[in-house]
């Protein structure tokens, strides 16, 4: 995971980042490591983005 995007605030950047996955679908279908790895991803990102909400419904 590019945690440029999260660390310079470029959160617009994240569906970019999360659809340039798609052209490896048929990889992570044959391949139990590489599906673990984007799965991995994907949790990072889901606990980045709780973490962002998190301080936002704290400053309310």
Do not use: W
């Not at 310079?8 to 994240?14: A, E, P, S, V, Y």
């Not at 590489?34 to 998190?54: C, F, N, S, V």
């Amino acid at each position: 995971m590019d945690a440029d995007i999260f660390d310079r605030g470029l959160l617009i950047l994240l569906p970019f980042y999360i659809f340039s996955h798609e052209k490896n679908f048929p990889a992570y279908n044959c391949d139990a490591r590489k599906l673990a790895e984007l799965k991995a991803d994907y949790r990072e990102i889901m606990k980045r983005l709780q973490g962002q909400t998190a301080g936002v419904s704290q400053n309310q």
